[in-house]
């Protein structure tokens, strides 16, 4: 409670959380524990359409909703991917979130994540040089 309470990057607000609740119906969960809503009416839309929320898990970052449900949210199903699910094509990877800034993040050789050595150029390189 108290984390809900200090913390806005955990996840929804107490003000947002409670509006939510209250104006909106659990559509489903993805495999990363987002939970996503619907209002029950459009009395608080701005295009007469209903409104949809997701209230992320952990840390909010839009690269954490997969793309059936990113569809959904923008208005692009009409389903959400609880009652149409989208074909899954041979060649689809599975959905990974941005990690950029993570432990988990792509490091190339040279970089300085990983110790800053690399392969020394050869070539055609010709280092620049003021004159």
């Known amino acids: ?13 107490i003000g947002a959380g409670f509006h939510i609740k209250r104006r909106g119906v659990l559509v ?3 495999d990363y524990g987002n939970r996503y809503y619907e209002a029950r ?14 209230i992320y898990k952990g840390y909010p970052d839009a690269s954490k909703v997969p793309a059936e449900w990113h569809g959904w949210l923008h208005y692009t199903f009409d389903e959400p991917p609880t009652v149409a699910p989208l074909p899954r094509r041979s060649w ?12 988990h993040a792509w490091r190339p050789k040279g970089s300085i994540t990983r110790g ?3 392969a020394r150029a050869t070539g055609d390189y010709e280092a620049w040089r003021p004159e």
């Open 92 to 103: 689809e990877k599975d959905h990974q979130p941005n990690l950029t800034g993570t432990i």
């Open 28 to 30: 489903g969960q993805d």
């Open 1 to 13: 409670m108290l984390k809900a309470i200090f913390t806005w990057w955990n996840g929804a607000t």
């Open 116 to 118: 800053g050595e690399r």
């Open 41 to 54: 009416d459009a009395r608080d839309s701005y295009d007469g359409r209903r409104r949809r929320w997701v």
